[in-house]
Nanobody
Framework: QVQLDESGGGSAQAGGSLTLSCTVS????????LGWFRQAPGKAREGLAT???????IVAGSVKGRFAISRDVAKNTLYLQMNSLQPQDSGVYYC???????????????????RGQGTQVTVSS
């Protein structure tokens, strides 16, 4: 059974940084497309960044320059480094696998059924 577990969320001041982790079990991060998404109250889901099986990363334009995605193969873990946080970055952040094997790996992709439970990020001004 594939399982994704996020950690690292919490509170931050505007301008601060947080690093989220997504540990995958039951599958290898090198064999799948993984993405970070966030959901804020009253807003549509937003795709933030993806890391594909060819070691390519894509960061959404809305957070480019502030957020970075990386992975540690040995730990089978995906990361999202978030810098210069702003109050509008607040929301529930979660990681997810692609919806189907070899589907488009891009922040605009539909997250697949295997996703983490989410971790809350709250940024205060």
């Amino acid at each position: 059974q594939v399982q994704l577990d996020e950690s690292g969320g919490g509170s931050a001041q505007a301008g601060g940084s947080l690093t989220l982790s997504c540990t995958v079990s039951g599958d290898s991060v090198t064999d799948r497309c993984l993405g970070w998404f966030r959901q804020a109250p009253g807003k549509a889901r937003e795709g933030l960044a993806t890391f594909d099986r060819a070691n390519r990363t894509i960061v959404a334009g809305s957070v480019k320059g502030r957020f970075a995605i990386s992975r540690d193969v040995a730990k089978n873990t995906l990361y999202l480094q978030m810098n210069s946080l702003q109050p509008q970055d607040s929301g529930v952040y979660y990681c997810a696998l692609e919806a189907a094997p070899f589907a488009l790996c891009h922040p605009k992709m539909e997250p697949g059924p295997f996703r983490g439970q989410g971790t809350q990020v709250t940024v205060s001004s």
